[in-house]
């Protein structure tokens, strides 16, 4: 029986065109990519970018095999990758909150959650059943209208598959959500590190951002090809926007990469502050912040620090960076954990909580304050006090 049904499906020839050959390409380079994420595993953001580019790999084979009416071949792989779809979103917040240093923490594991039911939920209902049902569930998204659904005795009730039906809405929710929280968690970083969001001071906060921006433009691509088009006849054109990222994400890399790099040029040689005046602003610098300790407030800031020593911002930063080799809040995160230290081996402020220390030593934000004296320590806080 199940013979005669597979006789009756029709198919239709190959599609190779452009838009094939594109989608192709970045499937290609996106498991290149991944391969060079996760074999470089010195931090747990590389981890999770690596993650991504196989889901992105994941789903662009699907679009691909299924454009170009490959599928017809390998029926029994329709919606391999529909859950992969669940992972963009987390996947892509996670990796930019561990690109700017934030430790993973169990609960992190509950962002895959989505993932996984809906996994366990297709393998239930969907990739265990027959020919006929995979094969409909082909046709009627790519093919509807055009060519002949089979007969086929559905193993569920009509409710049971209502989660596939609404898929897109779905993911386009999770999608939005993630987005939101992205830039929530930007504009604390923001304003922990007391900058402006638009700021292009902190290298890392600027490529977040920027992907930030492009998570938007992917709901947008996404909303306009789903209204465009019925289905998922659209999905090459989501396909073509994420090789267009994996490509962007690529050429960023090799421009980065030492070997293009060209001699650097001196970062301040059009700088008007001369030797005299950067050893005495560095004297100043150094008794005012032992005398003063301007660092414990919350306030403190290049622009306020400047006006304090009677410099401008520019020629203040240029100090730091040459003569301290550091950054502005390199340079202020130094002097409050070293204020942080002191408190924290002071028994008489053993009752006093970690976020009372923090407070105490000009940060506002708990997680911000972990993050600065792990990376100074090599410990928590909490690991501090302690030991």
């Known amino acids: 029986m199940g013979k005669q049904i597979k006789e009756m499906a029709q198919t239709l020839p190959l599609k190779i065109d452009i838009y094939a050959l594109w989608i192709f390409l970045g499937i290609v380079q996106a498991l290149y990519l991944a391969y060079f994420f996760l074999s470089n595993k010195n931090t747990l953001a590389n981890r999770y970018l690596g993650v991504l580019l196989i889901s992105f790999a994941a789903a662009l084979a699907e679009i691909l095999l299924c454009y170009t009416n490959y599928m017809f071949r390998v029926i029994w792989l329709i919606d391999f990758a529909e859950p992969t779809n669940l992972l963009f979103a987390p996947l892509i917040y996670l990796y930019h909150r561990g690109f700017l240093s934030r430790p993973f923490r169990r609960s992190d594991l509950w962002h895959f959650a989505p993932f996984l039911i809906y996994l366990i939920y297709l393998s239930v209902t969907f990739y265990t059943q027959e020919f006929s049902e995979k094969y409909n569930a082909y046709i009627s998204a790519y093919h509807d209208g055009v060519l002949s659904e089979l007969p086929c005795n559905y193993s569920f009730p009509s409710i049971i598959y209502k989660i596939r039906d609404h898929i897109n809405e779905l993911m386009l929710l999770q999608m939005f959500i993630y987005t939101v929280a992205g830039f929530w968690a930007l504009s604390n970083k923001a304003k922990a590190e007391k900058t402006d969001f638009w700021s292009n001071q902190n290298p890392n906060f600027v490529w977040c951002r920027r992907g930030q921006l492009y998570s938007v433009l992917a709901i947008v691509v996404f909303v306009v090809a789903k209204l465009i088009y019925d ?23 090799t421009k980065q990469s030492a070997f293009f790099q060209q001699k650097p040029t001196k970062k301040y040689e059009k700088s008007s502050l001369t030797d005299e005046i950067q050893e005495n602003t560095l004297e100043k610098l150094q008794t005012l912040m032992k005398t003063q300790k301007p660092f414990l407030d919350s306030g403190f800031s290049l622009p306020s620090l400047a006006k304090n020593l009677g410099v401008s911002q520019h020629h203040l930063s240029q100090i730091l960076n040459e003569s301290l080799g550091q950054s502005f809040f ?10 942080a ?7 008489a402020n053993a009752h006093l909580k970690i976020e009372e220390i923090a407070e105490m030593v000009g940060y506002n934000s708990k997680s911000a304050f972990n993050t600065a004296f792990k ?3 090599g410990k928590t806080p909490s690991e501090f006090k302690s030991s």
């Open 341 to 347: 230290k002191v408190l924290l081996k002071n028994s």
């Open 231 to 253: 289905n998922d006849l659209g999905d090459h054109f989501i396909a073509t926007y994420l090789t267009l990222i994996i490509y962007a994400l690529s050429f960023t890399l």
């Open 375 to 377: 990376k100074i320590t």
């Open 330 to 339: 390199d340079f202020a995160a130094q002097y409050r954990i070293e204020e």
